[in-house]
Antibody, heavy 122, light 113 residues
Framework: DVHLVESGGGLVQPGGSQRLSCAGSGFRFESYWMSWVRQAPGAGLEWVASIKDDGSEKDYADSVKGRFTISRDNGQNSLYLQMDSLRGDDTAVYFC???????????????WGQGALVTVSS | DIVMSQSPDSLPVSLGERATINCKSSHTVLHSSFNKNYIAWYQQKPGQPPKLLIYWASTRESGVPDRFSGSGSGTDFTLTINSLQAEDVAVYYCQQYYTTPRTFGQGTKVEVK
């Protein structure tokens, strides 16, 4: 079974930094594009960032470009999201999601983790 | 960015009745070369992550009950739940993956009347 488990959420002050991790298991992690999608409290879903299977290509939403960095370690079956210069509107549950198995980018998300809550507040 | 608009925002339906959710995109999501509509539907229950139901507008994900069906083309799409069950109470989202950034509808909350 495919499993995605996020960690690293918590309370952070405005302007601060936080790093999220996502551990994947039950599939060939190194063969899939991976993404982060977030959901503000009581709100809808917003795609944040995606990374190619080998880490050579990345894509970001305009709302986080220049502040967030997506990365991965295929040896550890792990996905990361480094979040800097955090703002109140970054408060959300951050989901790790697997890209559909077409070996390419820009598809739907077929598996999601349970999410990690990041709260940006003083 | 492609804007996805769902209607209604809230949908009360009696158990055993049909629920119909609409999704409209601000730009076509039909890729003419492949003749595929780049639309997915997700179900999200409280405290849970989204679950993939439908992709390519009408292909049901493995394990999804056949009372869920998707239809539409171009800019107008529909998710239909035939014979609503209690476990179908959730928020449903459409998503386009025609272009980046991938965008979602605002969600439709399906509840029991």
């Amino acid at each position: 079974d495919v499993h995605l488990v996020e960690s690293g959420g918590g309370l952070v002050q405005p302007g601060g930094s936080q790093r999220l991790s996502c551990a994947g298991s039950g599939f060939r992690f190194e063969s899939y594009w991976m993404s982060w999608v977030r959901q503000a409290p009581g709100a809808g879903l917003e795609w944040v960032a995606s990374i190619k299977d080998d880490g050579s290509e990345k894509d970001y939403a305009d709302s986080v470009k220049g502040r967030f960095t997506i990365s991965r370690d295929n040896g550890q079956n792990s996905l990361y999201l480094q979040m800097d210069s955090l703002r109140g509107d970054d408060t959300a549950v951050y989901f790790c999601a697997r890209e559909a198995p077409y070996g390419d980018y820009l598809y739907y998300f077929d598996y999601w983790g349970q999410g990690a809550l990041v709260t940006v507040s003083s | 960015d492609i804007v996805m608009s769902q209607s209604p925002d809230s949908l009360p339906v009696s158990l055993g009745e049909r629920a119909t959710i609409n999704c409209k995109s601000s730009h076509t999501v039909l890729h003419s070369s492949f003749n595929k509509n780049y639309i997915a539907w997700y179900q999200q229950k409280p405290g849970q992550p989204p679950k993939l139901l439908i992709y390519w507008a009408s292909t049901r994900e493995s394990g999804v009950p056949d009372r869920f069906s998707g239809s539409g083309s171009g800019t107008d799409f529909t998710l239909t739940i035939n014979s609503l069950q209690a476990e179908d109470v959730a928020v449903y989202y459409c998503q386009q993956y025609y272009t980046t950034p991938r965008t979602f509808g605002q969600g439709t909350k399906v509840e029991v009347k």
